[in-house]
Structures are given as C-alpha cells and as structure tokens.
C-alpha cells in the first residue's frame, strides 16, 4: 500500500527545535515530488514547503523563510522538516504529502506539533 | 501574496447538486486542485488539474476552472458527501501553492 508516516510532533518551547521526519512505502519515492502542508487546531490547510525529486529546488511559504528548511533521503525513502526558532503559530498538525501533477494525491496521517511553555 | 476564496459554508439537500466556489485573479491560468476533509482524518484528492478524478472518486465529483473562478460540483450530493473541502492552486512559475479557507458542505 502506497503510505507516508510521519514522526517527530511533540510539545516543544517557543525558540526551540523540532525536526520532524516522513517515511514513504511502496512507491518510488526518487520519481516525485514532496512537500509538507499544516492545519492549526480548527483551521484551513496551509501549504508550508516543497522539494523537488532530487532535492535542488526548495521552495517554502513566506511565513517560514529562514526559519524551515526541507530535506529528503532518496536512499532511504524519507522527507524531513526542520524547524528552528519555533513560534505559537507554529502549533499544528503536520501531514506529509506526495506531489503528483501539482496536486498533492498521497497523505499521512499527520503528526502535532505544540508549541507552549 | 497570491490568495484563493472560497465560501465558508455551503448547504443542500441530499441528491441536490452542491457548487463550491474558489476565486483568485487569473485562477484559470492555474492548475486547480481540490480536497475533501471528514472530521479528524486527512484530506482526500477528490479532484486535481482543474477537472481530473483520481481513481476512486465517484463520477459525481466534477469541476471547472476560467477566468477568476474554478469550481466543485458534487451531482447528486449524498448525506457522506458532507465534509471541509479546500481548493488549492499550484503557480506553474514559482511552484508556490496556495489553499483556500475552505468550505464547509452541509448535506441535510
């Protein structure tokens, strides 16, 4: 089954860390695309950063500029998401997406990223 | 920065056809995507390039994109067809995306 898992969410402190990470299961992961989208407690999607198939173009919502940076592992099959100097409006489930003709066709579960003192 | 709008709230009857808008400037010069979210899972692909089905989606689901506005057509709405759907834009020149507010259906 084609799947995506990702890991990583917890309770983190504002300016603090997190990295989160996405697995990926019977497709082949070097052929697509792959960008991560969020969603606040009770809010619309927001598009937060795609990756291309090898990992040379990145691209990211203006909001989280300098402070996010995607990466993958076409070896190992995974997408990560790094986030540093985390901020409030930052809490929100994180999914992991599978690009295919622009439009993002394979979804993880998501994983919840809190940020609170 | 590019935006897309879409109405809050959409109410029909079941077996009625629901319309769910999705504006932006220029929006027919973008691909066009769209999502069905049930409470508490993950969205759904139920439509991408402006009027293509993924396999699995019914039939019922159809859309369009011209101009300022793209659309959602749900033909025949059933009472499961009750959902969040968000659309959301791809900008061919800069890869940026973009995701409407979402729309709440109400099918009663």
């Known amino acids: 089954e084609v799947q995506l898992v990702e890991s990583g969410g917890d309770l983190v402190q504002p300016g603090g860390p997190l990295r989160l990470s996405c697995a990926a299961y019977q497709f082949i992961f070097p052929d697509y695309w792959m960008s991560w989208v969020r969603q606040a407690p009770g809010k619309g999607l927001e598009w937060v950063a795609s990756?291309?198939?090898?990992?040379?173009?990145?691209y990211y919502v203006d909001s989280v500029k300098g402070r996010f940076s995607i990466s993958r592992d076409n070896a190992d099959h995974s997408v990560s998401l790094q986030i540093n100097n985390v901020r409030d409006e930052d809490t929100a489930v994180y999914y992991c997406?599978?690009?295919?003709?622009?439009?993002?066709?394979?979804w993880g579960q998501g994983t919840l990223v809190t940020v609170s003192s | 920065s590019y935006e897309v709008t879409q109405p809050p709230s959409v109410s029909v009857s079941p077996g009625q056809t629901a319309t769910i808008t999705c504006s932006g400037q220029s929006l027919g010069d973008k691909y066009v995507s769209w999502y069905q979210q049930q409470p508490g899972q993950s969205p759904v692909l139920v439509l991408y390039r402006d009027t293509e089905r993924p396999s699995g989606i019914p039939q019922r689901f159809y859309g369009s994109n011209s101009g300022n506005t793209a659309t959602l057509t749900i033909s025949g709405a059933h009472t499961t067809d009750e959902a969040d759907y968000f659309c959301q834009a791809w900008d061919s020149s800069t890869a940026l995306v973009v995701f409407g507010g979402g729309t709440k259906l109400t099918v009663l």
């Open positions: 997406v599978r690009v295919h003709r622009r439009a993002f066709d394979i």
């Open positions: 990756i291309n198939e090898d990992g040379t173009e990145k």
